[in-house]
């Protein structure tokens, strides 16, 4: 029974555009990926600002993983609290303005790990719409009342607010959406946040590293906890809660993926303090990150494409599932990598090519991937006629 009904929902999902059947991966050669379909041009990446890359950052971390060792062997309240890991956090939580650092072994868990703990029956949150699959699902687990609001709406979510206002916790959002590409009205957010004095979450996932003043991100004016990530800009892995140090205690104690998970090795506390370096050195490379992005935008804008995002994520509509799929699986034909996200991850009917663009991108590069789009989707077009 429970392979017959596995069979039928693959069925399902193939049928409905759906199906994930990721391509392998050869080897990363910088902006290109090696693939079966051979040397693409990938648009698929969140390496940033090229720091994953960066072959000063690779010997960097190799040389601390042969100082400290390739594992910490042990949970964060066993054997694993490592005073490496503890300099780093307060080097992080210095940097960005907060007063204290927590790091989780990836974004999952610590969106996970923060909602699901500091969260519990009787709280009221508001969230909104586009947030993260990981933020959901802390929120699930917490067992909290929470209530969406519509992505980036201020008038929605201050709708909400009035309605709930005598016992509202919290409110969660992203400060860069990792599929839609637009920034939170902060604007807007702040004014909310000052009348109605609400606890506030902010993923600068996307963020982190890319954008603001020497890399801070954008929401540090209004986020009392703000969960980022490694695993992006900054080119390495495993993420960080910036946070009171009060919460960063309470997490230690009630965490549950902070309690049972093996904790990043020393060498991870060491390569992040180099990470933290080369970020406050990244002008240059954030300033050609965001020119080129804008450049994709309105390159995609005279050839006739709809897009939105305000940064370095640009969502390229395209409303079906499986036009998304044969797009994408056609660019690989004109050497050109691009994701296509499809529901559950963007609403369903709502397909888009979720481009990335990095500081290792060129002009040159987005003129190839304009040329290629055009090319592929006319004949795509021409065939569904």
Do not use: W
């Not at 960005?96 to 909602?115: D, I, K, M, R, T």
Request: aromatic share 10%; net charge positive; proline share 2%.
């Amino acid at each position: 029974m429970l392979g017959k009904r596995i069979c039928e929902r693959l069925k399902q999902q193939e049928h409905a555009g759906l199906f994930r059947n990721p391509v392998p991966i050869r080897k990363r050669d910088q902006k290109y990926l090696l693939t079966d379909y051979g040397r693409l041009l990938n648009f698929a990446s969140n390496d940033y600002l090229g720091l994953g890359c960066s072959r000063i950052l690779k010997n960097k971390v190799a040389a601390n993983f042969q100082k400290f060792g390739s594992s910490s062997s042990s949970s964060r309240l066993v054997s694993g609290h490592y005073s490496t890991i503890t300099e780093a956090e307060k080097a992080y939580a210095t940097y960005f303005g907060y007063e204290s650092a927590l790091f989780y072994p990836s974004g999952y868990q610590a969106n996970l790990g923060v909602l699901s703990a500091v969260f519990e029956k009787g709280d009221t949150l508001m969230v909104d719409k586009h947030v993260h699959a990981s933020t959901v699902k802390g929120l699930q687990l917490s067992n909290a009342s929470f209530y969406g609001y519509n992505h980036n709406d201020m008038a929605h979510l201050e709708k909400r607010l009035r309605k709930h206002k005598s016992n509202i916790t919290a409110v969660i959002s992203e400060a860069l959406f990792s599929m839609d590409g637009d920034f939170i009205d902060l604007e807007g957010f702040a004014r909310l946040k000052e009348k109605y004095n609400f606890f506030t979450i902010i993923d600068e996932a996307h963020s982190f590293g890319a954008v603001g003043k020497s890399g801070r991100g954008i929401a540090g004016d209004v986020a009392d906890i703000a969960v980022g990530t490694f695993g992006k800009a900054m080119g390495l892995f495993g993420a960080m809660v910036l946070l009171p140090e009060q919460y960063r205690q309470f997490l230690l104690n009630f965490s549950s993926p902070m309690i049972y998970s093996t904790t990043l090795p020393e060498a991870h506390g060491a390569s992040a303090l180099d990470v933290l370096a080369m970020i406050e050195n990244s002008n240059e490379k954030r300033a050609h990150l965001a020119h080129v992005s804008r450049f994709m935008q309105s390159h995609l804008a005279e050839n006739g494409f709809n897009t939105c995002g305000d940064a370095h994520i640009v969502a390229l509509e395209i409303n079906d599932e499986t036009k998304a799929v044969q797009l994408s699986k056609q660019l690989f034909q004109k050497g050109v990598f691009v994701f296509p996200a499809r529901f559950p991850t963007v609403p369903l009917g709502k397909a888009i090519l979720r481009i990335s663009l990095t500081a290792l991108h060129d002009e040159a590069d987005v003129k190839q991937f304009t040329s290629a789009l055009k090319d592929v989707y006319a004949k795509i077009n021409k065939s569904t006629a």
